[in-house]
């Protein structure tokens, strides 16, 4: 065994942390590791050293009598056989535990391969409005990959049942080695499941799943909207043998209305309105999901108002807040009028007159001349 110090060897004080030790170690045993450097005595002995200390220091226990006697605490052990520098471990192992988790796990461990879980599915289902504010259930038919029925999912013949495979003794793993190097990977035999079929099931050819058409019923709960998923469990795709299935996801859009248009758990409509009910005020009409209502506006309402008409909007599927519903009144311009009722509206506006006298009427068309008055003397001077 080395007399000279672990510490001095890898380059680290005492009170070093374990991935510190482990991260001098790589580094210096690639420099001195003699698959790099053939023929060189001197970096054989370096990395015999760094080796040594390595096994000291990476264990707990050793560090610890290390720490406290030195070198005399391992003189017994070393008898006829060189201690640790002659009979320990292998190389290949101790390499694999600072690479473990670059590799998949190293010391030689070796970890069963678990079977692969089935897909997850979408499903785009389209409602209407009313259906989803009100909810429904329907019927969906989802083509997919579903358990085989004859096997049982295990995709061996009945009355069978798969082997352990005789390659990675089934661990679903193979070690390849390349120099010092261990590297894990799935087993070429059984692919990583640990288990081959050799007498596969006739009707899903070995798989385990076989492809369907299923019909299934979804509920719908009120209140939902664009965007939003409900999640059937176990719906999705089957494992392949005998895995687990996945989940079917149907993800909801909802068409858009004729009426109304839906922010949240509010609803939004433009109701219009003649000029005459908008300047004396009265009663309008407006629709609702449950049926038209009556609206009461003011008089002098301009077009563009906002009326809020609360609990008519959409219950949320979330915290069961019902929204409401905001109407939008649009006064309308009449058209196609008559000679007659032309001659009316000349004669309502002689009434009204001009200028300051006019601005009753109309005050915002005289803020907006007014306005545009300033804009232009602003400009010229």
């Given at each position: 065994?080395?007399?000279?110090?672990?510490?001095?060897?890898?380059g680290?004080?005492?009170?070093?942390?374990?991935?510190?030790?482990k991260?001098?170690?790589?580094?210096?045993?690639?420099?001195?590791?003699?698959?790099?450097?053939?023929?060189?005595?001197a970096?054989?002995?370096?990395?015999?050293?760094?080796?040594?200390?390595?096994?000291?220091?990476?264990?707990?226990?050793?560090?610890?009598?290390?720490d406290?006697?030195?070198h005399?605490?391992?003189?017994?052990?070393?008898?006829?056989?060189?201690?640790?520098?002659?009979?320990?471990?292998?190389?290949?192992?101790?390499?694999?535990?600072?690479?473990?988790?670059?590799?998949?796990?190293?010391?030689?461990?070796?970890r069963?391969?678990?079977?692969?879980?089935?897909?997850?599915?979408?499903?785009?289902?389209?409602?209407?409005?009313?259906?989803?504010?009100?909810?429904?259930?329907?019927?969906?038919?989802?083509p997919?990959?579903?358990?085989?029925?004859?096997?049982?999912?295990?995709?061996?013949?009945?009355?069978?049942?798969?082997?352990?495979?005789?390659?990675?003794?089934?661990?679903?793993?193979?070690?390849?080695?390349?120099?010092?190097?261990?590297?894990?990977?799935?087993?070429?035999?059984?692919?990583?499941?640990?288990?081959?079929?050799?007498?596969?099931?006739?009707?899903?050819?070995?798989?385990?799943?076989?492809?369907?058409?299923?019909?299934?019923?979804?509920?719908?709960?009120?209140?939902?909207?664009?965007?939003?998923?409900?999640?059937?469990?176990?719906?999705?795709e089957?494992?392949?043998?005998?895995a687990?299935?996945?989940?079917?996801?149907?993800?909801?859009?909802?068409?858009?209305?004729?009426?109304?248009?839906?922010?949240?758990?509010?609803?939004?409509c433009?109701?219009?309105?003649?000029?005459?009910?908008?300047?004396?005020?009265?009663?309008?009409?407006?629709?609702?999901?449950?049926?038209?209502?009556?609206?009461?506006?003011?008089?002098?309402?301009?077009?563009?108002?906002?009326?809020?008409?609360?609990g008519?909007?959409?219950?949320?599927?979330r915290?069961?807040?019902?929204?409401?519903l905001?109407c939008?009144?649009?006064?309308?311009?009449?058209?196609?009028?008559?000679?007659?009722?032309?001659?009316?509206?000349?004669?309502?506006?002689?009434?009204?007159?001009?200028?300051?006298?006019?601005?009753?009427?109309?005050?915002?068309?005289?803020?907006?001349?007014?306005?545009?008055?300033?804009?232009?003397?602003?400009?010229t001077?």
């Open positions: 065994m080395s007399k000279r110090d672990y510490y001095e060897i890898l680290l004080s005492k009170d070093a942390s374990e991935r510190d030790i991260k001098a170690y790589k580094r210096l045993a690639m420099k001195h590791h003699p698959d790099r450097n053939q023929g060189d005595t970096s054989e002995e370096a990395f015999k050293e760094v080796k040594e200390a390595y096994e000291v220091l990476s264990d707990e226990q050793k560090r610890q009598a290390y406290q006697y030195g005399a605490a391992f003189d017994q052990a070393r008898g006829g056989a060189g201690g640790f520098g002659g009979g320990g471990a292998d190389f290949g192992d101790i390499f694999g535990d600072v690479f473990g988790d670059i590799f998949g796990g190293g010391g030689g461990g070796r069963q391969s678990r079977a692969q879980r089935g897909s997850d599915l979408r499903y785009n289902m389209e409602l209407t409005l009313e259906e989803a504010v009100r909810g429904k259930s329907a019927e969906i038919k989802v997919t990959w579903v358990a085989c029925e004859p096997c049982d999912g295990s995709g061996a013949k009945k009355g069978s049942k798969p082997s352990t495979c005789g390659t990675c003794h089934g661990q679903g793993q193979v070690q390849m080695r390349q120099g010092f190097f261990a590297v894990q990977q799935a087993c070429p035999t059984c692919h990583g499941r640990g288990s081959v079929i050799k007498d596969p099931c006739n009707k899903c050819h070995g798989q385990g799943r076989v492809e369907k058409t299923k019909t299934l019923s979804v509920k719908i709960p009120a209140g939902v909207d664009t965007g939003d998923r409900i999640r059937l469990s176990g719906e999705g089957a494992g392949q043998h005998g687990p299935a996945g989940d079917l996801y149907v993800q909801v859009h909802v068409k858009d209305h004729a009426i109304f248009e839906r922010d949240g758990n509010n609803l939004y433009e109701v219009p309105t003649s000029f005459t009910q908008a300047a004396l005020g009265g009663e309008i009409e407006v629709p609702t999901l449950d049926g038209r209502a009556k609206l009461k506006i003011p008089s002098e309402t301009q077009t563009g108002k906002m009326f809020r008409m609360r008519k909007g959409v219950k949320s599927v915290s069961g807040v019902t929204g409401d905001i939008k009144v649009v006064v309308e311009t009449p058209v196609n009028l008559t000679e007659k009722q032309k001659d009316l509206l000349r004669q309502l506006d002689d009434t009204m007159g001009v200028g300051e006298e006019a601005a009753k009427y109309r005050p915002k068309e005289k803020g907006f001349f007014d306005g545009v008055k300033k804009f232009f003397d602003d400009l001077g």
